[in-house]
């Protein structure tokens, strides 16, 4: 047997209404306040569900964040599906930019990025929810192989941390300005590098987690990675 993660409950019922309206209170509070403004206190006036009920389930700001961020990653995520590799990357890049810029989205990822630099708890479901759309994002690349567009054997998490990789550089640590034009010429340079086989299985020292496509007729294969473009 394992215990329950905070905020876990059987669905359905009672228990169920908590836990969204827990949830959608912390969305709110991180997307007003930001991360440091972030309170049980101020969840469970928001939310309706009393305080003690909040800390008993939670444990506080960090599992708030942490429950947020789990809710998040088993949300469906449609894959872009424009029929090339450049549109479907170029459009997993607009996403990534929209999630950090859109006026609505901004501030909460931000607060999540924000909790998970002074959080163990809340950095592990950030690697979680990243994990998991990165392991999405990565179906592109291997459509793209059984297309023809790239080479057999190319390392599908290689390509998609490429077209993603410039615009947090430029988010979070030159603090340059991003836009649109940003995220196309990144997919665009990520797409010439992996037609030109650097991100070949041969060309690149792949980790454990790493993604890779074996090539036209290997439709089955599993794609994994670590690090993703989060989604809106």
Known sequence: MTAAGPGSVRP?????????????????????HGYRGLSVENV????????????????????LVAAALDAAAGEPWPVPDTGSLDGDLRAIA???????????QG????????????????????????????????????????????????????????????LYHRLFITGEPVDEACADRAAAAAVAAARAGVFHEHATSAGATSARVSGAGASGAGVRGTGAPPAS
């Open 107 to 166: 501030p909460v990822t931000r607060a999540f990025v924000s909790a998970a630099a002074q959080s163990t708890e809340a950095a592990r479901a950030l690697h979680a929810f990243f994990a998991r759309r990165h392991e999405q994002a990565a179906a592109v690349v291997r459509r793209a192989a059984e297309r023809g567009e790239v080479p057999a054997g190319t390392d599908a998490a290689d390509v998609v941390r490429a077209a993603v990789a410039p």
């Open 44 to 63: 469970a006036a928001r939310s309706g569900v009393h305080k003690t009920t909040v800390y008993r389930r939670w444990g506080g700001a960090d599992g």
């Open 12 to 32: 359905g019922g009672r228990t169920a209404r908590v836990r969204e309206a827990v949830r959608r209170a912390t969305l709110a509070e991180l997307s007003e």
């Open 94 to 104: 607009r996403l990534v930019l929209t999630g950090f810029t859109d006026p609505r």
